[in-house]
């Protein structure tokens, strides 16, 4: 199993594009493998020949390092490797887990230090205080149920991730379909197909009620998601700047680049505030830096390039897809990469190098006409992210009498306070509503 991103410490096996006997060469992809964040493809590297499959398709937490297939030399025979199995391999070792949060911490003090309190002085004084002459209790065997033992893959529905998402919106169960895609994996059209069965019977009078509740396995990326996400809210002070933008201008500007394209591009709202996100942190480069802690010393690194990271909803979860060097490139450019960049995010299809990083994140919920206005949190270890809600008209006093229509945006800045100034957030802020809102200075 590869590691195929920093925090990965165990994966999920996908579908294999390779059978036993194929021959591979450098770039092929072998097999799918959901890593912590995304579902990648897996490219070898070296020209040879799959011999054997010891990780079928559907195989859950398997550990970085442990045998997933055996590999030989192009032309040897794959014969003897028929009955090869893991355990032939050199078997496999648990995925490593994180240790609980309610554990005591590790002694600070070396073993034989001499102190009442070092690890070695501790062992050494429970050993002399046990019984010598005390028999061992009895081993019992536990009473079987006679149940099958089930492993977390039996218990997830093997779907895949659009699948899981319209299962969802619909009120699907999984549990109740047989897939019809590769090894039983439950497919779109399988969810399209579902019907519900009939109503039972009712329930005998005194009956225990059935659960009204479904446990729903929590997938890799969504414990990532939510382990980063703890870990933000918990070591990054946040504070939050809103202001309302006037985008008038800046839709009609936006027209007119879109009606002069002649087919060649489609700008997005969300594309110029992209831009003018890079302009503002150009303008304050405080809120374009972040907070570091290595070889016991502790910096503000202030970038020098705005790489933006653009928050993307895919159906396995939030992924964060950054657009490198904002500051120096057009809307055109700009908006060809953020429709690359979601399309992959939500095929499961990025990079690691697509999505870590980033020097400053938007989250945009505008498309959806009920979010007024909402807060973020910060992606670690950037120092801010701005959350745009939706547009909406608002009346306001026209020159003379009566009033005019204004099309609004409210947006909110989250800023961690370890590195931005309560002051510097609101100059931010300002800068960012100076551009918007006098969106020329989008195209020097």
Same mark, same amino acid.
Not at 13 to 17: E, N
Not at 52 to 60: P, Q, R, S, T
Not at 135 to 142: G, L, N, Y
Not at 224 to 236: D, E, Y
């Given at each position: 199993?590869?590691?195929?991103s920093?925090?990965?410490?165990?994966?999920n096996?996908?579908?294999?594009?390779k059978?036993?006997?194929?021959?591979i060469?450098?770039?092929?992809?072998?097999?799918?493998?959901?890593t912590?964040?995304?579902?990648?493809?897996?490219?070898?590297?070296?020209?040879g020949?799959?011999a054997?499959?010891?990780?079928?398709?559907?195989?859950?937490d398997?550990?970085?390092?442990?045998?997933?297939?055996?590999?030989i030399e192009e032309?040897?025979?794959?014969?003897?490797?028929?009955?090869?199995?893991l355990?032939d391999?050199?078997?496999?070792k648990?995925a490593?887990?994180?240790?609980?949060k309610?554990?005591?911490?590790?002694?600070?003090e070396?073993?034989?230090?001499g102190?009442q309190?070092s690890p070695s002085t501790?062992?050494?004084?429970?050993?002399k205080?046990?019984?010598?002459?005390q %028999? #061992?209790? !009895?081993?019992?065997? &536990?009473e $079987?149920s006679?149940?099958r033992?089930?492993?977390? +893959?039996d218990r997830?529905? @093997?779907?895949?991730?659009l699948a899981?998402a319209?299962?969802?919106?619909?009120?699907?169960?999984?549990?109740a379909?047989?897939g019809t895609?590769p090894?039983?994996?439950i497919?779109k059209?399988?969810?399209?197909k579902y019907?519900p069965?009939?109503?039972s019977?009712?329930?005998?009078p005194?009956?225990?009620a059935? %659960? #009204?509740? !479904?446990?729903?396995? &929590?997938? $890799?990326?969504?414990k990532?998601?939510?382990?980063? +996400?703890?870990?933000?809210? @918990?070591?990054?002070p946040?504070?939050?700047?809103?202001?309302?933008?006037?985008v008038?201008?800046?839709?009609?500007?936006?027209?007119?680049?879109?009606?002069?394209a002649?087919?060649k591009y489609k700008?997005?709202v969300?594309d110029?505030?992209?831009?003018?996100?890079?302009?503002?942190c150009?303008?304050?480069?405080?809120?374009n830096?972040?907070?570091?802690?290595s070889?016991?010393?502790?910096v503000?690194r202030?970038?020098n390039?705005?790489?933006?990271?653009?928050a993307?909803?895919?159906?396995?979860?939030?992924?964060?897809?950054?657009?490198?060097g904002?500051?120096?490139?057009?809307?055109?450019?700009i908006?060809?990469q953020?429709?690359?960049?979601?399309k992959?995010?939500?095929?499961?299809?990025?990079k690691?190098e697509?999505y870590?990083?980033?020097t400053?994140t938007i989250?945009?919920?505008?498309?959806?006409?009920a979010?007024?206005r909402?807060?973020a949190?910060?992606?670690?270890p950037?120092?801010?992210?701005?959350?745009?809600?939706t547009?909406?008209?608002?009346?306001?006093?026209?020159e003379?009498?009566?009033v005019?229509?204004?099309d609004q945006?409210?947006?909110?800045g989250?800023?961690?306070?370890?590195?931005?100034?309560?002051a510097v957030?609101?100059?931010?802020?300002?800068?960012?509503?100076k551009v918007?809102?006098?969106p020329?200075e989008?195209?020097?």
């Open positions: 199993m590869p590691a195929l920093p925090t990965m410490t165990a994966g096996i996908g579908i294999w594009q059978k036993a006997g194929d021959t060469a450098p770039g092929d992809v072998l097999v799918e493998i959901e912590d964040k995304a579902q990648m493809d897996f490219e070898f590297q070296e020209d020949v799959l054997k499959i010891l990780k079928e398709a559907g195989e859950k398997v550990a970085v390092g442990n045998p997933i297939a055996v590999m032309g040897a025979d794959v014969t003897p490797f028929e009955s090869f199995t355990e391999a050199g078997g496999e648990p490593p887990k994180e240790p609980p309610e554990e005591a911490a590790e002694s600070s070396p073993p034989d230090s102190s309190t501790l062992e050494k004084s429970a050993s205080a046990e019984p010598k002459d %028999p #061992s209790p !009895e081993s019992q065997e &536990a $079987s006679g149940g033992l089930q492993t977390s +893959l997830e529905p @093997n779907a895949s991730p899981k319209m299962a969802l919106d619909k009120g699907v169960p999984l549990k379909i047989k895609g090894n039983g994996r497919t059209q399988d969810i399209e019907q069965a009939a109503g019977a009712p329930a005998a005194g009956a225990a059935a %659960p #009204s509740y !479904e446990d729903i396995p &929590a997938s $890799s990326m969504r990532t998601i939510a382990n980063r +996400l703890v870990q933000s809210m @918990n070591q990054n946040h504070y939050f700047v809103s202001t309302t933008l006037s008038t201008k800046l839709l009609k500007l936006r027209q007119a680049l879109n009606t002069s002649d087919g700008l997005s969300n110029f505030l992209v831009k003018a996100c890079a302009i503002a150009k303008k304050v480069p405080a809120v830096s972040s907070w570091r802690e070889g016991g010393q502790t503000i202030q970038h390039t705005v790489d933006v990271s653009v993307v909803a895919t159906p396995v979860g939030l992924m964060t897809p950054i657009v490198k904002v500051d120096s490139l057009g809307l055109q450019s908006s060809a953020i429709k690359d960049l979601g992959r995010a939500r095929d499961g299809k990025l690691p697509e870590q990083g980033g400053f989250s945009n919920m505008g498309m959806n006409t979010v007024e909402f807060t949190v910060i992606n670690p950037q120092a801010g992210i701005l959350a745009v809600g547009t909406r008209k608002v009346a306001i006093p026209a003379g009498e009566g005019e229509w204004d945006i409210v947006v909110t989250s800023f961690d306070h370890k590195v931005v100034d309560g957030g609101g100059e931010w802020i300002r800068e960012l509503k918007v809102e006098n020329l989008l195209m020097l």
